[in-house]
């Protein structure tokens, strides 16, 4: 491959605007998202065999629309089994909207250019897959890979890059998007932290885009009980080229750890393109004490303050980030909440409304589980 990386064979390709204003973004004008029913939950049993491979930590989902294929990505980084994503369906009926099952019909492992898999956890260049899309303007599939780094509680962990990339449908590396460079992961306290790095995919006509979990160094600290603090949001057109980086504010934590100095983590986990410059985003996070949290937003790129020169957010002036308009607290929706990790759009009904599946990451643990929910939902055509 040449050093320019062959991006994705897409037709398309289109600038996204952006301006620099300092006022508060005014809610979007298209019509709102909203949630209509719940249709329905089904589990994968914890530990599931399937193909000589363990099935757990589904860290993103999506579904192709003219076979009805959905995919499932596994963050396993080789703890049991090679990186790799699993094919099935989710049935869900286009009259009533019931769901009523999840079937797997096969799984492939993620190869690098060279047809190896990609190396185990605790290696340079292994992978840690959080999020996948088929692209219906090439055919292909994209995921993002979060990459790891060392950090004062890991300083053994070689640095392996984040990523977007493409594959072909037997999970062969096929290319990615260049990153701007303030995404690029360094061995010192500078550029994205450790577990805070590309965890939400996006794709539309126009664009791709990507979300950091939580803040760069730079941007400021991690959320606590008193304050937010703020992820990128990064846009490219479908030939790659590098067209804004925004500002996507965190909410504060929903409530303290407890005990006080016990672990607290927050971020994006995913973002699903709803139309051009608007998106659902998934805030979650693992409270000491209090366990999983998760909000569901719709938010807007509309007159957001371009920040991919601005190395720092927690200096440096002002800047408008995205708008975000809640649309549903899951924090307490059929308890308890799970690992909340994947966004995509299933089959639109009868009625018209398109379907929302979320589903959760079990990260291999018995206490949690491996879930998806699919809702109802209206102000969206990118469903079919």
Known sequence: MARARKILEIAVALAVTSATVTQPASAAARDPLRI??????????????FEGTAVGGLSGVDRDPRTGTWYFISDDRWRYDPARFYT?????????GAFSAVRLTGVTTLTRGDGS??????????????????????GRLMWGDEGDRPDSANPDIPISPPAVRGMDMSGRHVGEL????????????????????????AVSPRTITGITEGPRYEDGAMPTAERGSVARLTVWSRQGALR????????????APNPPAGPADSGVSEILAIDEGRYLALERSWISGAGYRAKLYEIDLRGATNVLERSALASGGAYRPVAKRLVRDLSFFRPPVQNLESLAWGPRLATGECTLVIGSD??????????????GVTGVRACR
């Open 88 to 96: 099935g369906r989710l049935d869900i009926d286009r009259r009533t």
């Open 117 to 138: 898999p990609y190396p185990a956890y605790g290696k340079a260049a292994s992978a840690d897959p959080e999020s996948i899309r088929f692209d219906p303007w090439s």
């Open 178 to 201: 260049r990153l701007p460079a303030n995404l690029r992961l360094t061995d010192v306290e500078n550029g994205p932290r450790r577990n805070s790095g590309f965890e939400g995919l």
């Open 36 to 49: 209509t029913r719940f249709l329905g939950e089904q589990r994968v049993p914890h530990m599931m065999r």
């Open 244 to 255: 804004g980086q925004y500002a996507y504010p965190l909410d504060a934590l929903s409530t």
């Open 362 to 375: 079990d990260n291999f643990d018995e206490r949690e589980m491996t879930q998806f929910m699919a809702f």
